[in-house]
């Protein structure tokens, strides 16, 4: 299993795109794939200045909408709909209610199902456990786009962990995830190497 954890978010996508291209496999001539990624980013809400100044603004906004309301974003996606609790609610009032009676419980579990029409939303199941005094949060994805789209639904995953954790009066601890597809599409390549570029010069440990 390949496991990938930074201090922050940002050098985790930036470690993510770099191991997906570098180990991938080139599936259908139109993407590269890693299967079983494992990575772990912090949860906190520190600024991170590469996802600042190398995120996109657009698809970051979209991407809240599909996990934090109940229109569809741009791609026509919505998941806040598609979440279900213990007690079937589609919020996290079911998870936070359990972890209040049952701080240590392993079945503070939100999953997010598709419609029937042959759709799986890309996140699949979220689960929260309390251990040592911190909220830690756990993820499984059935694929992410390493380059476009992990790093934004990482930002909400965040968030959403440091709901629960402020519900329980706990701190948010780390987010890890597995994902089953971590990918790159040939046609962003380009924009994949600009962005490689200037991510790996804002890493501290970065050398001329």
């Known amino acids: 299993m390949n496991c990938l954890a930074s201090g922050s978010l940002g050098k985790t996508w930036i470690k993510l795109v770099q191991a997906t291209l570098a180990s991938g496999v080139s599936v259908n001539n139109e993407y590269r794939e890693l299967l079983g990624m494992q990575v772990a980013f912090p949860a906190g809400t520190d600024l991170d200045a590469i996802i600042e100044q190398l995120g996109d603004r657009d698809i970051i906004a979209e991407m809240e909408k599909v996990f934090f309301s109940d229109s569809e974003?741009?791609?026509?996606?919505?998941?806040?709909?598609?979440?279900?609790?213990?007690?079937?609610?589609?919020?996290?009032?079911?998870?936070?209610?359990?972890?209040?009676?049952?701080?240590?419980?392993?079945?503070?579990?939100?999953?997010?199902?598709?419609?029937?029409?042959?759709?799986?939303?890309?996140?699949?199941?979220?689960?929260?456990?309390?251990?040592?005094?911190?909220?830690?949060?756990?993820?499984?994805?059935?694929g992410q786009d390493a380059f476009k789209k992990f790093y934004a639904d990482g930002l909400c995953l965040a968030k959403m962990a440091r709901r629960v954790a402020a519900e329980l009066g706990l701190a948010a601890g780390g987010v890890q995830g597995f994902i089953g597809s971590s990918h790159v599409y040939h046609a962003d390549q380009l924009a994949i190497e600009r962005f490689l570029a200037a991510g790996t010069a804002l890493l501290p440990d970065h050398k001329e």
């Open 73 to 142: 974003n741009a791609l026509g996606h919505s998941y806040a709909c598609l979440m279900s609790g213990p007690a079937n609610r589609h919020d996290l009032q079911d998870v936070i209610a359990l972890l209040r009676a049952e701080p240590l419980t392993k079945r503070a579990v939100v999953t997010f199902s598709g419609r029937g029409n042959g759709k799986v939303p890309c996140i699949n199941v979220l689960q929260f456990l309390v251990r040592n005094g911190t909220l830690q949060t756990i993820y499984f994805a059935r």
